[in-house]
Structures are given as C-alpha cells and as structure tokens.
C-alpha cells in the first residue's frame, strides 16, 4: 500500500470520526424542539454537549486539511464545485454555533426559542446536506477533462442523494437520542429512550437502504465489484438492526455504541464504493479523479504522514480525555433557568 492509499484511508478515517461525534450532538440539536418539556431540559439539552461540541468539529477541519494537503486536486474540484453546498454547510453551521453563545444572551423566552430553532435547523441541515454531498462522491458529477465540474447545484441533487440526506439525518437524530439516554437520569432519561425506540425504524430503514443502494451506484457508476463495497454496507445494516433491537430492551450503552457504529459504516460503505477514485465523473466516467492523479508529490506525502504520526494520537488522547472530565450523567439538580450551555464556569 502506498502513501497515497494510506491518505485515502486515513481521510475516511477522519470522516468516520466526524460522524461519530458530530452525529450525537447534530442530533441532539435535532431533537431540541420535542424532547424536552421546559427551560431547564432545554439547558440540559445545550450543556450535554456544551463541553465537546467544539472538538467534534475539529475532525471536519482536519479533514479538509488532510484532503488539501494529500489530494489538492480533489480539494480544488470540491471546493469549487461543490462551492454553494459547502458556503450553505458552513452558514448552517456558523447559525448553530452562534445559537450557543446567544441564546443566554437574553432570558426572553422568544429569543431563547429562536436560537434554539436556530441550532435545530443548522443541525438538520448540515446533516443532510453532508449525506448529499458525501454520496455525489459514488454517484458521480460533471467534470470536464481538466477534472474542472461543469455543472451546477441542481446536479448535486438526486434521488440517490437525497436518499442519503434523509439517512444521515434519520441515523444522527437517532444517535443523539441514544446519547441524551447515557446523560440524562429520571424522567428525562425515560423519555430519550422511549425517543430513541421510535426513532430506531425509519433510521435502521433509511440505512439498511441507503448502504444497499451504494452498492449498486458503485457497482454501476464506479465500476466496482459488488463484494467490496457490501461489506461494510452488510455490516452497517447489522448495526442498525442491533440498534433497533437494543433500543427496545434499554440497553443505552450498547445502542450509542452501535448508532455511533452506524455512522462509522456510512462513511466506510461510501469510501469502499469510491475507491479508486476520490471522485467519479458522470456522464463522461474517463474524466474521474483517481488517488493517483488528485494526490500530491511524494515528499509532500512523506512529511504530512510523520506530522500525523506526532499529532494524531495527542489529539485523541486530549479529546478522550475530554469526554471523560464530562461523562456524568444530568439531572434536574443541574439545570437552572438561565444556565449557559457552554460549561461549568458559566454557572
């Protein structure tokens, strides 16, 4: 294995770890305008994840680094075009994290609900404009012979695609109401498992359909054989049907575990389809982007894998650590009316 695959891997491994941690508290966002009754589960809501929210997104802003440095010509063609996608990811994203500063701003009840529909919707909306994204990676898009795209924003938007959307949001909604079930305690607690047991059919559907449907568009738009990329695909559907089943009988250690795993093989059915290539090119297959001809120089390889090699296992040591300070559960001898969601010092 060269140095080019080994980036490809660790890309998706980066992607993998987005979906994970983003995924819970993209979800637990989701979930804010239901699930809790007043003002106090709403701050306990925003404190679950206050503390870690932040360092979930740093996997996305690695990603993207690790994708500019070992491919700039898949960063170049992503990023111009996919540009409207990605400036409406990056607005929705800025509005959810601006809801967490603001809305203990003021203690009027219309502008803290306004800063949390703000933090729902940019949670929705990222969630499924990622799923869009991530699966035009398999389907295909325009590129001309210069791998420049050639189409526009309508292009991105599928059946396929759109499937995909609706998964991720389904499998994150899903995965955060199992996280709310490991933080919260009392009737609270009760009330996020039974969210999660509702949850747990239209995610395992949308999953088990949408890692099925990815290996047929990368069977037939990728050209790739079908025992590859049904691995993962066979193994993410396991998950999700375990996951069903562990929500029913309330054990929410092991159903985080497996919604979490449920991300992990998104990503990993997605990038098993892709392989070789780092993007498709439809209609005209001959203008894809391939790890060989989007990665950069050799040396350039070389010293971007000893700089992982240092940094990578300090960041999950710091970010294990992390979750490890904030893993106790919440309860209401927690929670007060105007309690920031940003963590202790607040208080």
Do not use: C
Not at 300 to 321: E, H, K, N, S
């Amino acid at each position: 294995m060269g140095l080019e695959e080994l980036w490809f891997g660790l890309i998706a491994v980066l992607w993998s770890g987005y979906f994970l941690l983003e995924g819970f508290d993209f979800g637990v966002g989701m979930l804010l305008p239901v699930l809790p009754h007043d003002e106090q589960e709403r701050g306990l809501m925003f404190r679950s994840i206050g503390p870690v929210w932040d360092g979930n997104e740093v996997w996305l802003v690695v990603a993207a680094g690790a994708t500019f440095a070992a491919f700039p010509a898949w960063y170049a063609t992503l990023f111009s075009g996919f540009y409207v996608a990605l400036l409406l990811i990056l607005v929705l994203l800025i509005v959810r994290v601006v809801s967490f500063e603001w809305r203990e701003r003021h203690d009027g009840a219309r502008w803290r609900a306004s800063w949390l529909w703000a933090n729902a919707i940019g949670s929705i909306g990222a969630s499924f404009l990622w799923g869009v994204a991530l699966a035009n990676f398999v389907e295909g898009v325009p590129l001309d012979s210069s791998h420049v795209f050639t189409g526009g924003i309508v292009d991105l938007f599928s059946p396929y695609t759109v499937t995909a959307g609706l998964a991720v949001v389904a499998m994150f909604t899903l995965h955060g109401a199992t996280y709310l079930t490991l933080r919260m305690t009392g009737d609270f607690h009760l009330r996020a498992s039974a969210t999660a047991r509702r949850l747990a059919i239209p995610a395992a559907v949308l999953g088990v359909g949408i890692a099925s449907w990815t290996v047929l568009v990368a069977h037939d738009n990728n050209d790739r054989a079908f025992l590859p990329t049904a691995v993962p695909a066979v193994l993410t559907a396991a998950v999700l049907i375990l996951a069903l089943m562990l929500t029913r009988t309330s054990r929410g250690g092991w159903a985080f575990a497996t919604t979490g795993l449920a991300a992990i093989g998104f990503i990993a059915t997605i990038f098993t389809g892709l392989y070789p290539r780092v993007l498709v090119s439809s209609p005209t297959f001959d203008n894809s982007l391939t790890i060989a001809n989007a990665a950069t120089g050799h040396y350039a390889l070389q010293v971007i894998t000893v700089a992982a090699a240092i940094f990578t296992p300090l960041i999950l040591v710091y970010q294990g650590w992390t979750y490890h300070v904030f893993r106790k559960r919440l309860g209401a001898d927690h929670a007060t009316a105007a309690y920031g969601s940003l963590g202790p010092d607040k208080q």
